[in-house]
């Protein structure tokens, strides 16, 4: 029996094997810039030195990670990611699921194509754009404080403003990746079945009644698995975007592990056993919240991811 399913397996892989072959890409890439680095994991347990390098270097067992937790920075910098994440979690993760509804139910084709091309457009652009482009808008002398200015409202630097600097990273992360994330839930919503639409017509359901017993049912799944997902990365609160926006004035509610991470690899006397102590931290919780989340969601009878 075995050895049957062997060989239907091989014919298998020898039938479908252009879909394979355009999988090794893929493999390679996992292989080389995910699973390869792990072998530095090891670090973490060690005190690194240059001459001996990671094999060489002696076991120091958990002296890393318990001088990591005596730091007062780490935990400004755990509390700030997990502010930052749940935050974007809370405020940013609806817009995608709102607007890929909202965008069905646009009559027009040619109207709609418009508008997803405008809301998905931002996501192309390097945080390196976006900031030049907040930093013309926003800061103390931008065209936002201008207008300000003039309406007799008065400056607000909103780069340095401690209030408003965590608002500013959820919406402008809503602003380029909203559009992008309407795509899954469209191409959900386009498969299912229209007759459902058209019965629902008959029976005299308005379009918030199609949304809510049609629409909603059919792409909760999605939605659910999605929500798992972006949960599994709450510890990874946006390198990118933060750094290239975030000042010394905003260090307080800004700082997250990523950026802590790397001010601390990029230090004068770099500790990399230190960082990737903090690395393998920041992993471990992210995967821990991912199977706490698709556990919960499998309690209230969700599918979950695995």
Not at 264 to 292: D, K, R
Request: aromatic fraction near 18%.
């Amino acid at each position: 029996m075995n050895e049957y399913r062997q060989k239907s397996i091989w014919k298998n892989i020898v039938y479908y094997r252009y879909i394979y072959l355009m999988l090794i890409p893929v493999i390679l890439y996992y292989a080389i810039f995910k699973y390869a680095p792990m072998y530095g994991i090891q670090l973490a347990f060690k005190k690194y030195n240059l001459q001996g390098g990671i094999t060489g270097s002696p076991w120091i067992g958990f002296e890393n990670f318990i001088y990591l937790f005596k730091k007062a920075e780490f935990w400004q910098a755990l509390k700030n990611t997990l502010v930052v994440s749940f935050m974007k979690l809370v405020l940013g993760f609806p817009v995608s699921v709102i607007l890929a509804i909202f965008l069905n139910e646009v009559i027009f084709v040619r109207l709609k194509k418009i508008f997803q091309v405008i809301f998905t457009f931002p996501h192309f652009l390097s945080w390196v754009i976006l900031s030049s482009i907040m930093f013309n808008l926003l800061s103390n002398s931008g065209a936002v404080n201008n207008l300000f200015e003039l309406a007799g409202i008065g400056r607000i630097n909103f780069l340095t403003n401690k209030e408003t600097f965590r608002f500013l990273l959820v919406y402008s992360e809503v602003w380029k990746e909203a559009g992008w994330g309407t795509i899954i839930y469209i191409a959900t919503i386009a498969n299912i079945d229209p007759s459902l639409y058209e019965a629902a017509i008959i029976d005299g359901a308005n379009r918030w009644n199609k949304i809510r017993f049609i629409t909603w049912p059919g792409i909760k799944s999605v939605v659910i698995t999605m929500l798992i997902l972006q949960v599994g990365h709450m510890m990874s609160a946006g390198f990118m975007q933060i750094f290239n926006l975030y000042n010394p004035s905003v260090y307080s509610v800004a700082d997250i592990l990523d950026t802590y991470i790397y001010r601390e690899t990029f230090n004068v006397i770099p500790n990399f056993g230190l960082t990737t102590a903090m690395g393998l931290f920041t992993g471990l919780t992210n995967c821990i919240l991912l199977l706490t989340a698709n556990f919960i969601s499998k309690k209230f009878g969700e599918k979950g991811i695995v």
